[in-house]
C-alpha cells in the first residue's frame, strides 16, 4: 500500500465522521467538543482534535473517534441502540483505518532503509483487522477496571476505569529519578521490578490499553496502537510457560478459537507487539530460571517487540536480564503530590457512587481532612507511599469517620474487620448456604493463605479452594457437609478473595495473602519454619508481618535468630541482617539489649549501598543519620543515592542538615534527586536549608503550589513552571534566571514580569493578548511557542510578541512555533523580528515537497537575515523520504533524529541572499 492509499484510508475514516456530522445537522466544532463532554463512556475532545479528525488531517486516537462519533448522535437526538451501532461501527472503522496506516507506515520505512516491502506477516489481513476490532474491546473490558478499595464495598458491580484516573508512576533506574513514560519509552525491552502494591501490575494494564487506543502520552507515541498481549505469570503456576499461540488465552480466551491461523506469531513478527509479562516472583523461585530461558527465547526469537517485565525487587535483581538487553527500573514511593492525587481520585470516584448530594458534601470534607492529615504526619505519608496503601488508608478514613491507624500492621487489621466483619452486617446480604461467622472466615482465609504461602502458590483453582475449605472445616467441626458453598461464598463476599480467570482463584492483592499467612503462623507456632526460609523472597514479607503482629517474646526470639543465622550464614547475610533491622522498625517494646545488637549491625550497613538497605536503616530513625559519612570522593554514585534515599525515609531536620551538605557538592544527578524529595519535606524549611545550597547546574521544575517559595532559590537559570499559578510574581526576583517555560499556565499569567537576564522564553498555552509578558530590557533572544494563542481572541504567540517595543523585537534571534507554514507570512516575520536567523516550525498537517519548496522560496524573498529553516515531521507521513531526495535551490537539507515520532529537517541558507 502506498502513501496515497494511507491517506484515502484516513480520508475515508474522515468522511464517515463528517456524513454522522452532517445528519446531525452539522452542529459546529464548539457544540461537538461539548457534547463529547456527555458522552458514556466517552471523554471530552478538544476542538482542534475535532477539527483535524473531520479535516482528514490526522487519525484521532479510538476513544477520540468515538466519543466525536456518539457526540453526532445525540446532536441528532439518536437513542441508545442507534448509539451502541455508532459505536461499534466507529471502531471497526477505525481499526482498518489504523491498519492502513500502520501498513503504510512499515513500507515507506522498508523503503527508507532499502529493504523490500513487509512481508505478509507484517501486514494485517482483512481476517486479522476483524479479529482485532474483536480482541481490543475484549482486553480493554478485562484490563480497564480495578477494584477501587472501598468504594466496592457499597457497589459489588462497581467498575472502576483504571485509564481514567492512573496516578503515572515514577522509577529509578540509573540515572535519577523519572516518570515511567519518560523512562521506558526508549526502550525495546524493560524490567520493572517493586514492592507489593507499588502499582507493577496497573502500570502494565495501562500500556495495555493505552497502546489500544492510541493514546499513550508523548514520549510513548512509538508504543501507540501496538498490539498487546497481557501474561500473568501466576496463571502459569501450575503448568507451563506458554507459546506464543497460547498468549490469548488470559486476555481473551473466549477469542482464542476464532483468531486467524498465525495471529499470534504473525503479530510478533510485524514488530509491532507489545508483551506484558507479570509477576515473575508470583512463580516459585525453582522456576526463574525456568522464566528467564522462555524469555530469551522470545527475544530471540522476536527481537523487535516490545516487553516489559514485572517482579517484586526482592525476587529478581536488577541485572537478572540484562544479558538480554533489559533495562531495569525501580518503582518510586508515591511522592506527596502523588498521594494527594490519588487522595482526589479515589474520592471523586466515591462522589460519582454517592446517593445524595449531603453525602458528596461529606465526601468533599473527608478529602481534604485526608491530605492535611499526610501533610501534618510523617508516619502516614510513609504508610501511603504506594496504591494499595494509599487506598486503604482513604478507605479507612471514611469508614472510621477520619479516624486512621497509626502503622501498617493496624491498617491492616482494620481493613479485615471492615471486610469480614462489618461489611456484610451493614449491608444485610444474603448468602447462600451457612452464614459464617467473622472468625470462621477469618480462620478459612488465615489457613488457605499458609497453605499457599507454604507451597508457593498464588493461584488456585476452585476445586483446590473447594478441598482445602473442606478439611479445614472438618477440623473445626463447623458445616463440612457444605464445602463448596463455603468455598463459594469466600469468593464472593469475603472481599479477599478473587477469580482472576476460568477455574482460578486468588487474593485480591499478594499483600494480604502474606498477612494472613503471617497471623496463621504464629498461632501454629511455627517461628522456626520461618527462621529457616527467612532468606527465602517469597518469605521476606511474611517475616516482617510476623513481627507486626507477634508478641513481645516472639519478637524478640524471632529478631535474635535473624542475627543469629545472619553471622553464621554468610550466602544470606545481608539480607538476613536487613530484615532483622526492618523488624525492630516494626515492633515495639522491644529488649532494649535486642535493639542495640540490630543497631550494631546496622553499623555494618553505613553506608547503605542500594535503596534496600536505606529503607532498613531508615526503620532506626534519626540515629542512623549521626552515623552516615556526607559527601566524599570515594563514595560510588549508587552509594549517594542510597544515603540520599535514607534521609530521605528518615526525615525531618537531622535529614535536611545531611542532604544540604550533599547539596553544596556541584552534581547534576544529586541535584536532580535532591529537588525530587521536594514534596517529601516541609516546603519551605526543605527550599530555605537544602536547595538554597545548590549550584544549580541543571533545570528546575515546579508545581503551582511550589512556586512562591522560589525567592530563597535565587541561582536558578532554568525554570519551568508546570500548571495555572495564582501569582507569579515571584519570577521577576530570579535575577539569574536565563530560561523561563510556562506549561499550561493561567491565562491572565497574573504578576508575571520577565527578570532582566532572561534569555529564552517558552509558552505552552494558552495566554491573554493583553497579558502577554514583554521583556524589561531588550535581551529574551528565543521564543518557544507550543499551542500558544489568546483564548479571548485567538491571536498567535508569535503576533502577541511581535507588538513588543521595536528594540526587543530586534534581539530575537530564534523562534519556534507550532503552526501551519501558510499561517507565517514571511514577509510579516522579516518586519516584525528583522533580526531572526532560526525559524522552527511543528506542524500537524501533512506537507507535499511543493509546498515546502514554495515556502523556502518566499522565504528567500522575504527574509534575507535568515540563515536556518526547521521543519519537524512525524516521521511516518513519507515526507521524510521525499524531502531527502529532492534538491532545493539556495538550501542544504540534512535530517536530524528527534526524541518520540519526529525528524528534523534543516535548511540552511546558502549563496548571496
Avoid at 481514567?164 to 526508549?186: K, N, P
Avoid at 473527608?366 to 478507605?395: I, Q
Avoid at 535503596?611 to 543519620?625: D, I, K
Avoid at 506549561?743 to 517558552?762: K, R, Y
Wanted: with cysteine; glycine share 6%; net charge negative.
Amino acid at each position: 500500500m502506498d502513501q496515497s492509499e494511507d491517506l484515502s484510508a484516513a480520508a475515508d475514516f474522515a468522511v464517515w465522521l463528517a456524513r454522522l456530522r452532517a445528519h446531525a445537522g452539522d452542529p459546529s466544532l464548539a457544540v461537538l467538543a461539548r457534547l463529547t463532554g456527555a458522552v458514556p463512556r466517552g471523554r471530552p475532545v478538544p476542538k482542534s482534535t475535532l477539527g483535524r479528525a473531520l479535516q482528514g488531517e490526522s487519525l484521532p486516537s479510538v476513544d477520540d473517534a468515538v466519543s466525536i462519533a456518539v457526540a453526532c448522535v445525540l446532536h441528532e437526538g439518536g437513542g441508545r441502540e442507534r448509539a451502541e451501532a455508532v459505536r461499534r461501527e466507529c471502531r471497526e472503522r477505525w481499526v482498518r483505518a489504523k491498519s492502513a496506516e500502520r501498513e503504510a507506515t512499515l513500507t515507506a520505512k522498508a523503503a527508507a532503509d532499502g529493504e523490500p516491502a513487509p512481508s505478509a506477516a507484517a501486514v494485517r489481513t482483512a481476517a486479522e483487522q476483524a479479529f482485532l476490532a474483536k480482541y481490543h474491546p475484549c482486553v480493554e473490558t478485562l484490563l480497564d477496571t480495578m477494584e477501587l478499595f472501598g468504594v466496592t464495598l457499597r457497589r459489588s458491580d462497581f467498575r472502576y476505569r483504571m485509564s481514567t484516573s492512573y496516578i503515572s508512576l515514577a522509577v529509578q533506574g540509573e540515572g535519577s529519578a523519572q516518570r515511567v513514560q519518560e523512562a521506558i519509552h526508549a526502550a525495546k525491552r524493560v524490567l520493572i521490578r517493586g514492592d507489593a502494591g507499588s502499582g507493577k501490575t496497573t502500570l502494565l494494564k495501562w500500556l495495555a490499553v493505552g497502546a489500544i487506543r492510541g493514546d499513550l502520552p508523548e514520549p510513548m507515541g512509538r508504543w501507540n496502537g501496538a498490539t498487546p498481549f497481557f501474561l500473568p505469570l501466576r496463571h502459569f503456576a501450575e503448568r507451563p510457560l506458554p507459546a506464543p499461540e497460547d498468549f490469548l488465552t488470559y486476555a481473551a480466551r473466549t477469542l482464542a478459537d476464532v483468531a486467524p491461523d498465525g495471529f499470534v506469531r504473525d503479530a510478533l513478527d510485524s514488530a509491532h507487539s507489545l508483551v506484558l509479562i507479570d509477576g515473575v516472583d508470583e512463580l516459585p523461585a525453582s522456576r526463574r530460571d525456568e522464566v528467564r530461558d522462555w524469555l530469551r527465547e522470545l527475544t530471540s526469537g522476536y527481537p523487535d517487540c516490545r516487553y516489559v517485565v514485572t517482579s517484586r525487587q526482592a525476587a529478581v535483581t536488577e541485572r537478572w536480564l540484562a544479558p538480554m538487553g533489559f533495562a531495569s527500573f525501580e518503582l518510586a514511593p508515591m511522592s506527596p503530590s502523588d498521594q494527594n492525587q490519588f487522595i482526589e481520585h479515589w474520592h471523586t470516584t466515591m462522589r460519582s457512587t454517592a446517593e445524595d448530594a449531603e453525602e458528596r458534601a461529606r465526601l468533599t470534607t473527608y478529602e481534604h481532612a485526608l491530605v492535611r492529615s499526610l501533610s501534618e504526619r510523617r508516619e502516614l505519608r510513609r504508610l501511603g507511599g504506594n496504591p494499595l496503601l494509599c487506598a486503604l488508608l482513604c478507605a479507612l478514613h471514611w469508614d472510621r469517620d477520619m479516624q486512621l491507624p497509626d502503622d501498617r500492621v493496624k491498617v491492616y487489621d482494620a481493613a479485615l474487620e471492615m471486610l469480614l466483619v462489618r461489611r456484610d452486617q451493614q449491608r444485610n446480604i444474603a448468602v447462600e448456604g451457612p452464614r459464617l461467622r467473622s472468625g470462621v472466615q477469618e480462620m478459612l482465609l488465615r489457613r488457605l493463605a499458609y497453605w499457599m504461602i507454604r507451597n508457593d502458590l498464588t493461584e488456585i483453582s476452585f476445586a483446590q479452594l473447594t478441598g482445602r475449605v473442606a478439611a479445614y472445616l472438618a477440623d473445626s467441626a463447623q458445616y463440612p457437609e457444605e464445602s463448596a458453598a463455603v468455598a463459594r461464598q469466600l469468593l464472593e463476599r469475603s472481599g479477599l478473595l478473587r477469580a482472576p480467570a476460568h477455574d482460578s482463584v486468588d487474593f485480591v492483592h499478594r499483600t494480604f495473602q502474606e498477612y494472613l499467612a503471617a497471623d496463621q503462623l504464629l498461632n501454629d507456632g511455627d517461628l522456626a519454619l520461618l527462621i529457616k526460609h527467612a532468606h527465602e523472597d517469597q518469605w521476606q514479607d511474611v517475616v516482617v508481618m510476623v513481627s507486626g503482629r507477634a508478641r513481645d517474646s516472639e519478637r524478640d526470639h524471632l529478631i535474635k535468630s535473624l542475627l543469629k543465622r545472619a553471622r553464621r550464614d554468610k550466602a544470606h547475610r545481608l539480607r538476613l541482617t536487613v530484615l532483622a533491622v526492618d523488624c525492630v522498625g516494626d515492633g515495639t517494646a522491644i529488649d532494649p539489649r535486642v535493639v542495640d545488637e540490630a543497631r550494631r549491625r546496622a553499623a555494618e550497613l553505613i553506608p547503605p549501598q542500594n535503596p534496600a538497605q536505606a529503607a532498613a536503616l531508615a526503620n532506626l530513625g534519626e540515629v542512623v543519620l549521626d552515623q552516615m559519612p556526607g559527601p566524599r570522593p570515594e563514595l560510588a554514585p549508587g552509594v549517594v543515592r542510597a544515603i540520599l534515599e535514607t534521609c530521605r525515609l528518615v526525615g525531618g531536620p537531622s535529614a535536611m542538615r545531611l542532604l544540604a551538605r550533599f547539596a553544596a557538592v556541584p552534581d547534576l544527578e544529586t541535584e536532580r534527586r535532591l529537588v525530587g524529595m521536594w514534596p517529601d519535606f516541609d516546603t519551605a524549611e526543605f527550599a530555605h536549608v537544602v536547595l538554597s545550597e545548590l549550584s544549580w547546574l541543571g533545570p528546575l521544575t515546579v508545581g503551582p503550589h511550589e512556586l512562591h517559595h522560589l525567592h530563597r532559590l535565587t541561582g536558578v537559570t532554568d525554570l519551568t513552571v508546570d500548571g495555572a499559578a495564582d501569582s507569579y510574581a515571584v519570577v521577576r526576583r530570579l535575577r539569574n534566571l536565563r530560561s523561563l517555560r510556562l506549561v499550561d499556565p493561567e491565562p491572565g499569567l497574573s504578576g508575571l514580569e520577565l527578570p532582566p537576564a532572561l534569555l529564552v522564553l517558552s509558552l505552552d498555552g494558552s495566554v491573554r493578548h493583553d497579558r502577554f509578558p514583554a521583556p524589561t530590557a531588550p535581551g529574551v533572544q528565543e521564543l518557544w511557542f507550543d499551542d500558544c494563542a489568546c483564548p479571548d481572541c485567538g491571536l498567535s504567540a508569535w503576533r502577541m510578541a511581535g507588538l513588543w517595543p521595536a528594540e526587543a523585537r530586534r534581539a530575537v534571534w530564534l523562534l519556534s512555533v507550532r503552526a501551519a507554514p501558510a499561517t507565517l507570512d514571511p514577509r510579516l516575520l522579516a518586519e516584525r523580528f528583522p533580526g531572526l536567523s532560526v525559524l522552527a516550525v511543528r506542524s500537524d498537517m501533512v506537507f507535499g515537497v511543493g509546498e515546502v519548496a514554495d515556502y523556502l522560496k518566499r522565504l528567500r524573498e522575504c527574509f534575507p537575515a535568515l540563515t536556518e529553516f526547521r521543519l519537524y515531521s512525524h516521521g511516518d507521513d513519507g515526507l521524510d523520504q521525499q524531502l531527502q531526495e529532492a534538491g532545493f535551490l539556495h538550501w542544504t537539507h540534512t535530517m536530524e533524529a528527534a526524541p518520540g515520532t519526529r525528524t528534523t529537517h534543516v535548511f540552511t541558507r546558502t549563496g548571496a541572499g
